[in-house]
């Protein structure tokens, strides 16, 4: 089939066929994550990156290439989720930017919009790494171009961009040593030559081997946050979310009974964790039907009818409350983090961290949601800080961020947040300042075989990690808590903080800082109650 250029119907099937193939491997280049961690989310996030993307593209009911690129565009923006799925956001979004004047597409228009997005994504990465989903954009891209102006058609140039780009991505071990330590490619790398696989069967007109998957999640469909705002349109009284923690959930069982409790239903997650979501007139019998599936987290009871009579007492019967000089948006996983994070003054605590990276249009949905002149962003996640500057540059009102990387760099900056009385600028450096002066660990396990540096790590070995580099690892959590301290507690140290997850008891916590205290006698210690999943303390070194 000689296919010489692309029109707006053919783009959106394309697309569409490349989201779906992505859903149907997005395990795959989950398991590709370098550390053998409990976290890896990499096809997770551009699998719901791509999910909000084609979300838009749905809605959209014209097939002119414009309507298509810009729902592509946006869509992708305003769901990434992660790094690899902000830097799936700006390679779409460059792409769409070189395409939406064209009424058809060329296979010159298309190869150019690829080498296009990959100019925007570098833009977009502050310290641009290479061995990574970059590499292979940029190598893919360039055979793309230089195939489209040798005479060859988009199904020709598709072949070469996914050539070359798994040329490219089979090499990203020799570029980068984390990954040739953990015998892994880029995973995300390998989710976009998924995506480009996906776009090139369906120019070929063929089908994708194995199950489709639901193309768009469900946690980004449009009912995500929509509460009806006339009490004669809801049916189901009450916004019902919670989390379920626990071991091999069987989240399809989980759905079937809860399906007939209401409607919006939501249940995403894996075998450890599931968020649920639903509106239901008994909010009681969804938490009973949860609770057999593991323990229950976060539970939030909305009563939508009381909100809907709330929002009919007008403005003027109440007297405003002044907006704050400058707000702050936060994320965590853990009812105890988020209480210690509200107790300090945040304004709004996104549900979410490790394995659950909110999306850019969480962060915007939650500056809409505070009183506030301005905002500061405080992510506590590496995964998560690209999204949150992304929404800086979309906020409605003036944002900054934090980059803070773990929860002990955004109490630390909290301690410096000053609300009223001072520039935002200011406060932003104070408490940008501020999370250098602390020292991140964290406590979790091996979900599978591997090697680190010198380290052999075996699936079910419980590992130290500090600063984001895997430092100790052995069998008990006791013991590697206290090998991670000291590597990181030094004669200048004067805090030990420890926040315990919800897969440790208070008692077992409380025996481990008495060995702490033991240990380093000159330091004092302080336990706090967490929450977090996956981890079993998260440490704080000042």
């Known amino acids: 089939m000689d296919l010489k250029q692309v029109d707006g119907k053919i783009l959106r099937e394309m697309l569409i066929m490349g989201a779906e193939a992505l859903a149907i491997n997005k ?103 290479e061995g990574t989903i970059l590499t292979v954009s940029k190598f893919a891209a360039k055979a793309a171009l230089l195939k489209a102006r040798d005479g ?135 938490l009973e039907n949860a609770i057999s599936y593991g323990e229950l987290q976060g539970i939030k009871i909305d009563n939508m009818r009381a909100q809907a009579r709330d929002k009919m007492v007008t403005e003027q019967s109440k007297p405003s409350k002044p907006a704050k000089d400058i707000g702050i948006i936060t994320v965590a996983s853990g009812k105890g983090l988020s209480d210690i994070f509200t107790s300090m003054g945040v304004d709004y605590v996104i549900e979410g961290g490790q394995t ?11 500056i809409e949601r505070i009183n506030a002149k301005s905002v500061i962003l405080i992510p506590n996640n590496s995964n998560i800080i690209l999204a949150a500057q992304q929404a800086e540059k979309i906020s409605p009102i003036p944002a900054r961020v934090i980059p803070s990387k773990t929860i002990p760099q955004g109490i630390a900056s909290l301690l410096n947040y000053q609300a009223e009385g001072a520039e935002l600028d200011e406060v932003f450096g104070q408490m940008q300042e501020a999370i250098s002066d602390v020292k991140s660990g964290q406590i979790t396990y ?65 025996e481990i800082v008495e060995s702490i205290e033991a240990k380093f006698e000159d330091v004092e210690v302080e336990l706090h109650y967490g929450g977090q999943p996956l981890y079993y303390f998260l440490v704080s070194v000042e």
């Open 152 to 286: 060859g058609d988009i199904i020709d140039v598709m072949e070469a961009c996914l050539e070359e780009g798994q040329k490219t991505l089979d090499k990203t071990p020799e570029m980068l040593e984390v990954l040739k330590q953990a015998n892994v490619v880029d995973a995300g790398g390998k989710g976009l030559l998924v995506i480009y696989e996906g776009w090139l069967r369906s120019l070929k007109g063929e089908k994708l081997d194995g199950v489709s998957e639901e193309i768009i999640p469900e946690d980004i469909r449009d009912f995500e946050d929509e509460h009806p705002a006339n009490i004669e349109d809801i049916e189901h009284g009450y916004c019902t979310e919670f989390l379920v923690q626990g071991n091999n959930i069987a989240i399809e069982k989980l759905k079937e009974k809860l399906n007939v409790l209401g409607d919006s239903l939501l249940v995403v997650g894996d075998e450890d964790v599931v968020k649920v979501h639903v509106h239901t007139n008994n909010p009681g019998q969804a």
């Open 27 to 129: 395990e795959r280049v989950d398991s590709l994550n370098v550390f053998p961690v409990p976290d890896g989310d990499t096809g997770t996030n551009m699998n719901l990156t791509m999910g909000s993307a084609i979300n838009e593209i749905e809605k959209q009911k014209s097939d002119s290439v414009k309507a298509v690129a810009k729902a592509l565009s946006n869509g992708s923006l305003m769901g990434a989720r992660g790094n690899s799925g902000v830097i799936l956001s700006q390679l779409f979004r460059g792409f769409s930017k070189a395409i939406e004047d064209k009424e058809n597409v060329t296979p010159v228009d298309f190869a150019v919009g690829l080498n296009d997005g990959v100019k925007t994504a570098y833009k977009a990465v502050l310290k641009p790494v």
């Open 446 to 510: 091996a979900v599978r075989d591997s090697k680190y540096d010198d380290l052999e790590i075996n699936k079910g070995d419980i590992l130290g990690i500090a600063e984001g580099e895997i430092t100790v690892l052995g069998k008990g959590v006791k013991e590697i808590t206290l090998e991670l301290l000291e590597k990181i507690v030094d004669e200048e140290s004067e805090i030990i903080t420890l926040f315990y997850g919800q897969d440790m008891k208070e008692e077992e916590s409380f």
């Open 356 to 366: 659950m990276n909110p999306s850019t249009e969480d962060f915007i949905k939650a």
